[in-house]
């Protein structure tokens, strides 16, 4: 079982990236799914969640309104997606995504996510 995360890149301030985690393995059907990113010399922090239950999300404040996680479309199963819109220079990290399994948390950004993806480099420069 893994996840593969991908779609990272070099884009200008104020561009879009379209960040793909897709799970082997296994169905994402039963999990919480998490984004996370770390900066150079910064601790790792949650970006956005999502709860495969009821498809509720958790964005951080620093993203909000920016970003948008989905999970799944017709073609790719077993996928969850980071739209990222309007980026800033702030937004430069790895990108990780990681999942848990469902348990009593009502909120996704409250889990300890276990199985973590491999992460891709977000750089947001001119």
């Known amino acids: 079982v893994q996840l593969q995360a991908s779609g990272g890149g070099l884009v200008q301030p104020g561009g879009s990236l379209s960040l793909s985690c897709a799970s082997s393995g296994f169905s994402l059907d039963y999990y919480v799914i998490g984004w996370f990113r770390q900066a150079p010399g910064k601790e790792r922090e949650v970006v956005s969640c999502?709860?495969?239950?009821?498809?509720?999300?958790?964005?951080a404040d620093s993203v909000q309104g920016r970003f948008t996680i989905s999970r799944d479309n017709p073609n790719a199963k077993n996928t969850v997606y980071l739209q990222m819109n309007r980026l800033k220079s702030t937004d430069t990290a790895v990108y990780y995504c990681?999942?848990?399994?469902?348990?009593?948390?009502?909120?996704?950004?409250?889990?300890?996510?276990?199985?973590w993806g491999q992460g891709t480099l977000v750089t947001v420069s001119s």
């Open positions: 990681a999942t848990a399994a469902l348990d009593y948390h009502t909120r996704c950004r409250d889990y300890e996510y276990e199985l």
């Open positions: 999502i709860d495969s239950s009821d498809g509720s999300t958790y964005y």
